[in-house]
T-cell receptor, first 114, second 113 residues
Framework: NAGVTQTPKFQVLKTGQSMTLQCAQD?????MSWYRQDPGMGLRLIHY???????DQGEVPNGYNVSRSTTEDFPLRLLSAAPSQTSVYFC?????????????FGSGTRLTVV | KNQVEQSPQSLIILEGKNCTLQ??????????LRWYKQDTGRGPVSLTI?????NTKSNRRYTATLDADTKQSSLHITASQLSDSASYIC????????????FGTGTSLTVIP
């Protein structure tokens, strides 16, 4: 099992550019989420999915889109990058309810928007 | 307002020494409380999980305690090793929500030889 795989590990974007952060898991987990981690702040939930075809917004969804066409993949799209989106992004998955089983996190994508 | 606060913000200890990290929360009600270890450049990894009815949980040299009455938790690290250098994050979850987590900002621990 590879666990949760995120690509790329590092990315630099210019303001206004768009891109997709990839996340894939091979554990057949139903729950998948995207978080951002900023200095001095706890991880904040961007979007999450409880299964293929179902997504919902988290705490800080503005400027991001997600889709869940398969159980394995949960890409995060930045529509028009802004410097405020400079952050480290983590994808996480869990088998059933996250509060019971906890999350498996990917290794993160460090994004810089200039 | 549901919050999770951790202290100290950072800590430096000598290899072999013990240390205790603190977590205070106002999340109510809560389902469980977890401690995660996050190595530099990596995602968080779960160390322990406790429900509101548990007082203590151990995982090798890590022992977590929970006082649900005072809404406090601590993570005690025994005989620290250089590999313990990491950020330790306290996470509290609401019951029956699946994805409602409250993350602390973490304690950065540095173990020096």
């Amino acid at each position: 099992n590879a666990g949760v795989t995120q690509t790329p590990k590092f990315q630099v974007l210019k303001t206004g550019q768009s891109m997709t952060l990839q996340c894939a898991q091979d554990m057949n987990h139903e729950y998948m989420s995207w978080y951002r981690q900023d200095p001095g702040m706890g991880l904040r939930l961007i979007h999450y999915s409880v299964g293929a075809g179902i997504t919902d917004q988290g705490e800080v969804p503005n400027g991001y889109n997600v889709s869940r066409s398969t159980t394995e993949d949960f890409p995060l799209r930045l529509l028009s990058a802004a410097p405020s989106q400079t952050s480290v992004y983590f994808c996480a998955s869990s088998p059933l309810k996250g509060d019971l089983y906890g999350y498996t996190f990917g290794s993160g994508t460090r994004l810089t928007v200039v | 307002k549901n919050q999770v606060e951790q202290s100290p913000q950072s800590l430096i200890i000598l290899e072999g020494k013990n240390c205790t990290l603190q977590c205070n929360y106002t999340v109510s009600p809560f389902s469980n409380l977890r401690w995660y270890k996050q190595d530099t450049g990596r995602g968080p990894v779960s160390l322990t999980i406790m429900t509101f009815s548990e007082n203590t949980k151990s995982n090798r040299r890590y022992t977590a305690t929970l006082d649900a009455d005072t809404k406090q938790s601590s993570l005690h690290i025994t005989a620290s090793q250089l590999s313990d250098s990491a950020s330790y994050i306290c996470v509290v979850s609401l019951p029956n929500t699946g994805n409602q987590f409250y993350f602390g900002t973490g304690t950065s621990l540095t173990v020096i030889p």
